[in-house]
């Protein structure tokens, strides 16, 4: 079956550039959820979509951080200006319904490295 | 603010024993704690989840305590293998109307043929 999926797997850019990271949920999921994790750092929550509303956004760590969610399935992450903190692995997760106790289904993550 | 702590060094054991992992966490009190398995390049996969009001969970080899006055849960693999070998994180659920689980930074189990 299909699980979610995250593309591309890795990208490489460059400091100030802008990147785009795709989430590609298990259909049928309501809840979407964005961390970051960095080399030896546990999961940062960044943003929570319930559909395609957005109502726990308060992990962005700042406003070159955003992220949409379009007909309650694709979700893409946007860094604007790009910077090396930024480098970490992005993961994507989805569940059923975003309720309390309800697990998470992880996608591969994306690997962001900013030179 | 609240704080989970699992251990950062890494947990060496023999194939056959019982890997046993620990979860510390203050200043909450979490609706249930989770945990999850993740390998090297592949994101987390959810294990088992504990509710407040549980003492202990078993799946398969796997089992889990939750002791709420301790603020600690413990994680069991009973008869390890080498396939067993991954980082294992857990997560503390939260209570109201949050939806979002709090991760701890995992610890590695590694075990020996």
């Known amino acids: 079956g299909a699980g979610v999926s995250q593309s591309p797997s890795n990208k490489v850019t460059e400091k100030g550039k802008d990147v785009e990271l795709r989430c590609d949920p298990i259909s049928g999921h309501t809840a979407l959820y964005w961390y970051r994790q960095s080399l030896g750092q546990g999961l940062e929550f960044l943003i929570y979509?319930?559909?395609?509303?957005?109502?726990?956004k308060s992990g962005l760590p700042s406003d070159r951080f955003s992220a949409e969610r379009t007909g309650g399935s694709v979700s893409t992450l946007t860094i604007q200006r790009t910077q090396q903190e930024d480098s970490a692995v992005y993961l994507c997760?989805?569940?059923?319904?975003?309720?309390?106790?309800?697990?998470?289904?992880f996608g591969p993550g994306t690997r962001l490295t900013v030179l | 603010s609240q704080k989970i702590e699992q251990n950062s060094e890494a947990l060496n054991i023999q194939e056959g024993k019982t890997a046993t992992l620990t979860c510390n966490y203050t200043?909450?009190?979490?609706?249930?704690l989770q945990w999850y398995r993740q390998d090297p390049g592949r994101g987390p996969v959810f294990l088992l989840l504990i509710r407040e009001n549980e003492k202990e969970k078993r799946k398969e080899r796997l089992k889990v305590t939750f002791d709420t006055t301790l603020k600690q849960s413990l994680f069991h693999i009973t008869a390890s293998q080498p396939a067993d070998s991954a980082t294992y994180l857990c997560?503390?659920?939260?209570?109201?109307?949050?939806?979002?689980?709090?991760f701890g930074r995992g610890t590695s189990l590694i075990v020996h043929p």
């Open positions: 997760a989805s569940s059923s319904t975003g309720g309390s106790y309800n697990e998470q289904f």
């Open positions: 200043n909450y009190s979490p609706a249930y």
């Open positions: 997560a503390l659920g939260p209570r109201g109307g949050s939806y979002i689980p709090t």
């Open positions: 979509f319930q559909g395609n509303s957005a109502p726990d």
